[in-house]
């Protein structure tokens, strides 16, 4: 049972602003949510987490409404540099007690000149 | 310095052989994981170690087996190796174990069974 939904792909201009929308409908009580980046030919990397409301760094915010069951990153100014896969993640609650953070397919974002 | 480095970056090996993965992190973390991602993009926790003592254990083959001499250390031996265990597979760290904890990825090692 897949823990999040995300869109496939989805391509952008730069310097527009760029919204990621990420379904996680069975979400648990005490699941964050957290968003990664990978570059081709990296590992991936963190670049924000949150419970509920707005969370902001200097590279994103994140949105989550009051239920939870979904958030969007958003990206602000896009550059060609932030051509990447985004995965949306939330800990999959596993029975052993170890929470796992469950990477699904993630997004692939392109930045268009 | 590199935060969490793996040797080899590329492997290329033969079907049958058996061979192994290190990785280290200098960021003086707790835990340590593997991942494997295959050529769909998939990216699939293995083991985690925390501490040198093993914590998750995925369905993963006999054939695959970690070992942590330390806790900045964790390496993957595989025996036998098949043409499914073509991937890319990642190292990663955090300071404690628990899913919340920012993860640090080491580049990868991408492996090819020939």
């Known amino acids: 049972l897949a823990k999040t939904t995300q869109p496939i792909s989805m391509d952008s201009y730069e310097g527009q602003e760029v919204n990621i929308t990420c379904s996680h409908n069975?979400?648990?009580?005490?699941?964050?949510i957290t968003w990664y980046q990978q570059f081709p030919s990296q590992g991936p990397r963190f670049i924000i987490q949150?419970?509920?409301t707005k969370v902001t760094n200097e590279v994103a915010s994140l949105f989550i409404p009051a239920d939870r069951k979904s958030s969007t990153l958003s990206l602000p100014r896009v550059s060609l540099s932030d051509t990447a896969v985004y995965y949306c993640l939330v800990g999959d609650g596993a029975e052993d007690g170890n929470n796992r953070l469950a990477f699904g397919k993630g997004n692939q974002v392109v930045v268009i000149p | 310095d590199t935060a969490v480095s793996q040797t080899p970056k590329y492997l290329v090996t033969q079907m049958g052989n058996d061979k192994s993965i290190k990785c280290e992190q200098n960021l003086g973390h707790d835990t340590m994981y593997w991942y494997k991602q295959d050529s769909k993009k998939f990216l699939k926790i293995m083991f985690s170690?925390?501490?040198?003592?093993?914590?998750i254990n995925e369905t993963v083959p006999n054939r695959f087996s970690p070992k942590s001499p330390d806790k900045a250390h964790l390496n993957l031996h595989i025996n036998s190796l098949e043409l499914g265990d073509s991937a890319v597979y990642f190292c990663?760290?955090?300071?404690?174990?628990?899913?919340?904890?920012?993860?640090?990825f080491g580049p990868g090692t991408r492996l090819t069974v020939l």
């Open positions: 170690y925390n501490n040198k003592e093993l914590i």
């Open positions: 990663a760290s955090s300071q404690v174990s628990g899913v919340y904890n920012e993860q640090f």
């Open positions: 069975n979400i648990a009580t005490n699941d964050y």
């Open positions: 949150g419970y509920k």
